[in-house]
Structure formats: structure tokens, C-alpha cells
């Protein structure tokens, strides 16, 4: 473990550097597993006020390690660096602490610039076991939660919570699995959404073969067939499950074919309307590659919904 260089006002003498430029969460809180079963100190840094306008939600997070290397951001670019440098000083104190930047803040040389201001809870993690937890249940698709109670400098994990945000004493965090996009079809335009989907972060599944036991809450469905017949059967297995999309290819007439297929199926106009079809945000498009990005778009928009 890398020792650190300390003046007498615990100012650290190390540079902080990005290790990972990403802002996902479960990366985030990997990366904070691993530099302690290295044997790294450790401080997570968590966003828990927002003043004004911010670049990022309640809840965003960073990590930062005894040797200076982060990942993670608690907004735009502009204090994360300035972060890093309070998260080696927690390091050095052993002390948790809470810190203002932009309006409000006593550092008056870093500026938002939103022009609001975020104050960030620096907590030093002494116990990898929270972490574990939040981690092994995203590995298995269910959400996850880390409560933080800065009056006891503790971090645990929770099951759940509907948001991130204070609650009485505690800060909560929520967690939700990774985006998954189902792409069903042999066809162009499949292979164009499959190609946009990745470049979005999200994990693609995609092919005939997609199992329909994949299909659970944090899970969208496009279904790009040019034949009604063939995706039927897919289609009837996202309606009797719960993704939070369900996406069609087709006009609006082809639309109404399948309303009236579905409803002699015995399914309710309400089930029905899960579907959205036509497809995609942007109207009449036309080639595979405008047509990704609306459908891609749509889930985005979509996947802000999801509890």
C-alpha cells in the first residue's frame, strides 16, 4: 500500500489522476471493491445537495484511491479534480466530511458553471461488505441501495429505495441494473439498432435465439420482424412479462393488424398499449440507421421512468 506524503496540514502530495473515465455506477463502486481488496484506501464521494441547476442527479458518485487515482462524477468536470485532492486530505485525517462547491461554497476559485452550486459527503470506506452486497445484487438484475450515516462515518446496503436522497439522517443511494436491450430480428435495421445500443452503454442481446426469460423489469424489447407471424411468439412472452419497453416495427396499419390479433388473444386494449408502434421517436423514418437512433432514443427516454 502506497504511503502517503503529508505536510503538517494534511495537505496530501500527490497528483490526482482519472482512472476510468465513466459515470457507471456499478463501475464506479467495482472499482472502490477492488482498491480495497488491494489494500488501497479508499473514499467515496457522493453528491447529497443540489443548489440551483447541476450536471448531475442526486446520488452521483466518484472514488477515489490513497494513490490519487479516481473514477466517477459528481458533476460536469469542474471540481472533480479539486475532489480527488479533498478525498485525499479525508484520507490522510481519517475523518469524513462534507464540502460546498459553486454558490455557497468557501472555495470561491471553483465555479459551477451552471451557476449553482452541489455539496458532496466524503465518506472513508472501512468495510468492503456493503459494497459486495450492492454489487452481487446487480449481478443478479435486482435494484440495490447504500444508506450513509455521516453523524456514525457508516455505509450499509439496503435492499431498496424508490430514489436517492435524504432520509431523516441517512443519505440513501439507489442502484439499478444495467440497461438490457432485446433486439429481435434478422434484418438491417436490427443490426443498426444492435451496433447504436451498444455505442449507448447499454448490454445488448440480440438474434433469434434471445432467450424470453431475459425479459424483467429493466429490459427493453424492440422487435424489428417484417412479418407479424414470425413475432408473435415474442411478442406474446414481453406482454405477459414486465420490461419497461415493448417497441414494434410496422406502419399504423400494420399496427391495427396486430391490435386485432392480439385482442382475439384475449389480451385487454390497456396490455395492448404497451406497445409502441410505429417505433421509435422520429416520424416516417425510413433508413436503418435514423431508425436506430429513434428507437435507441425512445428507450433512453423511456428508461428514465423505471422505479
Known amino acids: 500500500m502506497q504511503q502517503l506524503l503529508i505536510d503538517d496540514d ?3 502530495q500527490i497528483k490526482p489522476q482519472q482512472a476510468l473515465q465513466t459515470d457507471d455506477s456499478e463501475t464506479i463502486l467495482r472499482f472502490a ?12 464521494i457522493t453528491l447529497v445537495e443540489i443548489r440551483g441547476g447541476a450536471a448531475r442527479a442526486l446520488g452521483a ?3 477515489v484511491r490513497e494513490d490519487g487515482r479516481y473514477c466517477g462524477y459528481v458533476s460536469g468536470g469542474c471540481v472533480e479534480a479539486a475532489a480527488a485532492y479533498e478525498a485525499l486530505q479525508v484520507i490522510a485525517s481519517g475523518k469524513d466530511r462534507v464540502v460546498r462547491y459553486g454558490e ?14 452541489i455539496t458532496l459527503a466524503f465518506h472513508r470506506l472501512r468495510d468492503a461488505q456493503p459494497l459486495r452486497n450492492v454489487l452481487d445484487l446487480l449481478a443478479k ?26 432520509q431523516d439522517d441517512a443519505f440513501i443511494t ?25 455505442a449507448a452503454g447499454y448490454e445488448v442481446l440480440s438474434g433469434e435465439d434471445v432467450q424470453t426469460q431475459t425479459l424483467d423489469p429493466f429490459t427493453a424489447v424492440i422487435l424489428l420482424y417484417h412479418d407479424l407471424d414470425r413475432e408473435l411468439p415474442v411478442l406474446l412472452a414481453a406482454l405477459r412479462s414486465a420490461p419497461f419497453y415493448i417497441g414494434a416495427l410496422g ?9 386485432e390479433k392480439l385482442l382475439s388473444l ?37 428508461r428514465l421512468n423505471v422505479v
Open 10 to 12: 494534511l495537505q496530501p
Open 33 to 44: 471493491l477492488e482498491a480495497m481488496e488491494a489494500d488501497f484506501a479508499v473514499v467515496l
Open 61 to 63: 458518485q466518484m472514488v
Open 104 to 117: 455557497g461554497s468557501a472555495y470561491l476559485d471553483i465555479v459551477l458553471p451552471c451557476g449553482g452550486g
Open 141 to 166: 438484475r435486482q435494484p440495490a441501495a447504500l444508506c450513509y450515516l455521516p453523524k456514525f462515518q457508516r455505509l450499509a446496503s439496503v435492499d431498496y429505495a424508490e430514489i436517492s436522497g435524504w
Open 174 to 198: 439507489r442502484y439499478l441494473p444495467k440497461t438490457r436491450v432485446t433486439v429481435y430480428g434478422r434484418s438491417v435495421e436490427a443490426l443498426a439498432t444492435t451496433s447504436i445500443a451498444q
Open 251 to 259: 406502419s399504423l396499419r400494420t399496427h391495427a393488424t396486430r391490435v
Open 266 to 302: 384475449g389480451f385487454s386494449e390497456d396490455e395492448i398499449a404497451r406497445i409502441k408502434a410505429p417505433i421509435g421517436i422520429f416520424a416516417q423514418a425510413r433508413d436503418a440507421h435514423t431508425l436506430a437512433l429513434s428507437i435507441v432514443a425512445d428507450v433512453a427516454a423511456a
